[in-house]
Every structure is written in C-alpha cells, then in structure tokens.
C-alpha cells in the first residue's frame, strides 16, 4: 500500500472515531473538525483524484437513502438527534469522508467489483455492530433482518461508488484538441 492511500485509511479511521464518539455525547464538532482537515488534506492538489469532489454529493445522497430508510424500517435508532425519520449529521459526514477513500485506500477494489460486493456486506453491517458497541447507535434486536438488509445495502453502495467514480472519470476528461 502506498503512503498517501494509508493516511487515507488513518484519517477516514480518525473520522469513523470522531464521528461515532461524539455521537455518544451529542457532539457534532469533533467530525465535523476532522472532516473538514480529511478534506482539506485529501483534496489538495497533489493528492487529489479529478472525480473525488464530484463523488462526495453521490455518497452523501446514497448514504442518506439507505441510513434513513434503516431508520425508518426501525432497524438502526441513532443515539445522537436526528430530524425525525432521517439520518443524523454525523453518519452523513461518514458518508462524505467515505467518499475521500474510493479513489485512494479502497481504489484496488475498482477492478474487483464482486470482491468490492462481498467486503462492503460483511464489513458495513460490523461497523454498525461496532458504533453500537460504543454507545452511538441500537440495532434491532429482535431479528436479524437489520444484519441482512444492512448487508445487501452496503454489498451494493460499495461497488455502486466504486462504479461512479469510474464513470465520474470519464466524463471529467479533458476534451480532446480536434
């Protein structure tokens, strides 16, 4: 792995951290800080991919869909407020910062979409098991619907972003002189 794709991976780590602890005690301003310094480290010049600006809005919008549709099935109840029926502040920070990683520590998985499939519905629904853990957020826990909708969900946002940015790449080319 390259240096710059593992501070990629640091810093969406120190996000998922900062977003999820603060959760626990209704504090916003620890991920919004730390999204901001992710986005400003990653969108500089030098490290920038021309498709992962673009990529932020549709994650934020697929993020917005499945973590408020989860909500509203009654599978995930946030611990932080949230406008009601909707994914609170902090997830959709997640998505965003989530974005910064598509082209960067999880671009190897362009190529392997099945792959990509596979780890985002293992990997998705632990890391809700895990910001429950922590006190951000309670799952259902009468059935394990929420583990296999959850599953399906993240086994098809991954490839789908991964899918986007390669069509966001494209079409972001720089015209050709004729």
């Not at 519905?121 to 098991?129: E, K, R, V």
Request: aromatic letters at 16%.
């Amino acid at each position: 792995m390259k240096r710059d794709d593992l501070i990629n991976m640091i810093w969406m780590q120190a996000l998922w951290f900062a977003a999820v602890l603060g959760a626990t005690e209704d504090f916003f301003w620890p991920c919004l800080i730390v999204l901001v310094l992710f986005s400003t480290w990653q969108l500089q010049p030098s490290f920038r991919q021309k498709n992962d600006l673009p990529l932020m809005p549709v994650a934020i919008l697929l993020g917005l869909v499945l973590d408020s549709t989860w909500v509203r099935l009654g599978w995930i109840e946030f611990a932080s407020p949230q406008p009601e029926g909707f994914a609170p502040y902090w997830i959709i920070a997640l998505w965003a910062g989530f974005a910064l990683t598509i082209n960067h520590s999880m671009g190897w998985l362009k190529q392997r979409l099945i792959l990509a499939g596979f780890l985002g519905a293992m990997f998705g629904p632990l890391s809700y098991l895990s910001a429950q853990r922590l006190g951000a957020l309670q799952l259902a826990s009468e059935s394990w619907d929420w583990f296999f909708g959850l599953a399906i969900g993240w086994g098809l946002a991954l490839p789908f972003l991964l899918i986007m940015a390669k069509y966001l790449t494209i079409t972001r080319q720089e015209p050709r002189d004729v």
